[in-house]
């Protein structure tokens, strides 16, 4: 995928580690799936005959013979995106979507895995794949656990026809009916255009401040593995998508004037002040640094309010995003943890969908959000005991390498030891390197070999995508702000690693 001296940089800079992965044989041995094995209790909704025994495989066979099974089943022609429709699929099927994160990041990761892979030396291909298989099985067996959740089939008798779809989805989403979601949600699947599915979707996902943000990374996680798996799988992956979104947390009834509802509320009232031409307006670093310290201090509801005035004096919302990304990375600086990682990964996910969507309402709501709901997770982390470092990401100075010192491997070496020293070497180093491809390509393989949970993919395959959706003038810090997630070359491979290395050997 990458060009000859990229690609010696790269091998370089894991030292090595990447050598055992060279000869990619696949095992085989895989038994065949009779018609028989293949048939779906009745209680259970049930996919595509052509997907369906790869669905039951990942569902049927044991945790510690996965691996082996899938390379084997792989050398005998399986594709890629066979493999990626199963693992989704298995997971909606099989994983509660509620609360929208824990054990349902068996489904979340999907795509996260898959921008990985796609990234990813040819060698290296399956491994985020691997590891996304491993981890489905973890969650299969806690709902076991937790009352063994299946999706069952929809009921068809309330599906509506084609002509009322929309509108019985959206007075079922509004209304917070999960009955009628469901129902709703398998017509609209039916009946509508992906484009004007995920149109839909986009608002949903950003409506409320619940489970820290996987609503909207769901919504922007489902949609992008279904561009790769193809439409005809989305009515299992919406339904658990609606189902997921209508979660309110215990708040009560939709008019209970829960906090979390709040912003989507007053965001409504002021995205109607916006100036019409907003999408055209001028980068300024200045507007970006002014929104930057807000961010620091302001509220869900002064914040978006400076954010409408900046556009309507004329700045791009570009410098807004630039912002709003860099916020997030720099509030991780400040607290490393779960929470702050879901400023990133969510901010991610709402920038994505922003860029998806071709609604100039739904766009300024998206911005909106994301302005909104940084400040909460701000006070999220102080809410949780968490405390906030005296770390500035605009003002970080970068650490000017030694002789010899500085290098890719130095950097992940420190992230190890020293989070910060890293990241001031991070910064010099993508001053030096405009196109720090050695340094993404090094922290993808990283998590490859180091990764120990679905946060480790989640958040890499987000930091490193949006690096490159920051102006030039910005990145390189926000980029320094990710090495407080990022994993260190110092820590042990996985056990996983060295099995799924076992298996590509053999």
Same mark, same amino acid.
């Given at each position: 995928m990458f060009g000859g001296p990229s690609r010696r940089r790269f091998l370089q800079a894991t030292t090595g580690a990447l050598a055992a992965f060279a000869d990619g044989a696949y095992l085989r041995g895989l038994p065949s799936v009779s018609a028989e094995e293949a048939q779906v209790d009745p209680k259970i909704v049930r996919f595509q005959p052509?997907?369906?025994?790869?669905?039951r495989l990942l569902e049927d066979t044991p945790r510690e013979q996965l691996i082996e099974e899938v390379a084997a089943r792989i050398k005998k022609g399986t594709s890629y995106r066979e493999v990626l429709t199963a693992l989704l699929l298995a997971g909606v099927r099989n994983v509660q979507p509620?609360?929208?994160?824990?054990?349902?990041h068996a489904v979340l990761v999907v795509n996260s895995a898959h921008l990985a892979s796609l990234s990813s030396p040819d060698e290296l291909r399956w491994l985020p794949i691997f590891w996304a298989l491993d981890y489905f099985k973890v969650a299969q067996a806690a709902d076991v656990r937790e009352g063994n959740w299946t999706m069952a089939p929809v009921d068809e008798s309330a599906v509506p026809t084609a002509h009322h779809a929309r509108e019985a989805f959206t007075r079922a989403m509004d209304r917070w009916d999960e009955q009628a979601v469901d129902a709703a949600v398998a017509g609209l699947a039916r009946?509508?255009?992906?484009?004007?599915?995920?149109?839909?979707?986009?608002?949903y996902g950003a409506r409320d401040f619940r489970d820290i943000g996987h609503k909207a990374i769901f919504v922007a996680n489902s949609w992008r593995a279904l561009s790769c798996m193809g439409w005809q799988y989305a009515e299992p992956v919406l339904r658990s998508l609606a189902y997921a979104l209508q979660d309110r947390g215990g708040d009560g009834p939709p008019d209970s004037d &829960? %906090?979390?509802?709040? /912003?989507?509320?007053?965001?409504?009232? @002021? &995205? %109607?002040?916006?100036r /019409?031409?907003?999408?055209?307006?001028? @980068?300024?670093?200045?507007?970006?640094?002014e929104l930057l310290a807000a961010l620091r201090t302001g509220s869900?509801?002064?914040?978006?309010?400076?954010?409408?005035?900046?556009?309507?004096r004329g700045v791009a919302a570009q410098s807004i995003w630039d912002a709003l990304l860099v916020s997030s990375s720099e509030l991780l600086a400040r607290s490393p943890g779960i929470v702050a990682l879901h400023a990133v990964t969510s901010s991610n996910a709402l920038r994505f969908a922003y860029?998806?969507?071709d609604s100039d309402d739904t766009r300024r709501m998206l911005l909106l959000q994301n302005a909104a709901f940084l400040p909460l997770f701000r006070q999220a982390v102080v809410g949780r005991g968490g405390k906030l470092a005296d770390i500035q990401l605009d003002t970080l100075e970068p650490l000017d390498p030694a002789p010899n010192d500085g290098s890719v491997e130095d950097i992940f070496s420190d992230v190890s030891d020293d989070r910060l020293r890293a990241a001031r070497k991070t910064l010099a180093y993508a001053r030096q390197h405009p196109a720090p491809e050695q340094f993404i390509n090094t922290a993808r393989v990283l998590v490859f070999l180091k990764g120990k949970d679905s946060h480790d993919y989640k958040f890499s395959s987000a930091v490193l995508e949006d690096y490159y959706h920051i102006s030039p003038a910005w990145r390189d810090r926000y980029l320094a702000g990710s090495v407080f997630n990022l994993r260190g070359s110092k820590a042990a491979d996985t056990a996983l690693a060295e099995r799924s290395r076992a298996a590509l050997r053999a």
């Open positions: 052509e997907i369906e025994p790869l669905v509620r609360p929208v994160g824990f054990k349902f009946s509508a255009g992906a484009n004007e599915v995920f149109e839909l979707f986009a608002r &829960a %906090a979390a509802d709040r /912003p989507w509320r007053n965001n409504s009232e @002021l &995205a %109607a002040q916006i /019409p031409d907003w999408q055209q307006g001028k @980068l300024e670093d200045t507007a970006t640094a869900e509801t002064d914040v978006p309010q400076q954010v409408v005035a900046l556009l309507n860029e998806a969507s």
